[in-house]
């Protein structure tokens, strides 16, 4: 079964405003990426995490990993209509290489 | 261009025709998955294989089969495809990261 859990599963913003979706687990992570799904595409890469505390931007996008590897973020700053999709993260269990284990989700609506 | 090419993109078919969903990758990866995707469910992985021959159930592998006899395909066979199977479904290709097929929407009457 599923062990991270994202929140929000929905979140509406204004276009401008920021957004932040969480993905928590109840153990230790080897690692963690982001995918994004556009309406009516495919989840597309944006970035994997792997130490202890790090974090990574890219343009208006920042990811963090928790301390505890427990724990990773997506935050959007002031976001915009190309924004809008639902964004996933997935961690793989270090002993099935390459399986991965995604999210549920958060779907994304950005009002312009 | 790296791609993984999916066809048919949509099916309708009618419960108990078999049927069979390709997947293709030109990556040269050994590692490959297949997702179904359901509203509010996420991506559940069918079936994934690492290598040529190996192959081995994911999350959710009731109704479907798969092979894996050359590296860059793996498709999703549906013996007698039921209407719980109608969904959204994804092959991918590679693991760190993955790269996804652009989907192939199944409706079974």
């Known amino acids: 079964g599923q062990q991270v859990m994202q929140i929000p599963q929905y979140q509406h913003v204004q276009e401008g405003e920021d957004f932040t979706t969480y993905c928590n687990s109840s153990t230790t992570l080897s690692n963690i990426q982001w995918y994004k799904q556009r309406p009516g595409g495919h989840p597309v890469f944006l970035i994997q995490l792997v130490k202890s505390g790090e974090v990574k931007k890219q343009k208006r996008l920042t990811f963090q990993f928790g301390e505890a590897k427990k724990n990773s973020s997506l935050h959007i700053t002031a976001t915009q209509t190309t924004d809008v999709g639902t964004y996933f993260c997935a961690y793989d269990r270090g002993s099935t290489l390459g399986r991965l284990y995604f999210g549920r989700g958060t779907q994304l609506t950005v009002w312009p | 261009e790296a791609q993984v090419t999916q066809n048919p993109r949509y099916l309708i078919t009618v419960t108990g025709k078999k049927l069979t969903v390709t997947c293709s990758q030109n990556m040269n990866h050994e590692y490959m998955s297949w997702y179904r995707q359901d509203p509010g469910l996420g991506l559940r992985q069918i079936y994934y294989?690492?290598?040529?021959?190996?192959?081995d159930k994911g999350d959710v592998p009731e109704g479907y089969k798969v092979s894996r006899k050359e590296k860059r395909n793996f498709p999703l066979i549906l013996e007698s495809p039921s209407p719980n199977q109608t969904s959204l479904y994804f092959c991918?290709?590679?693991?760190?990261?993955?790269?996804f097929g652009d989907g192939t929407r199944l409706s079974i009457l």
């Open positions: 991918a290709s590679g693991s760190q990261p993955q790269h």
């Open positions: 294989s690492m290598n040529v021959e190996v192959t």
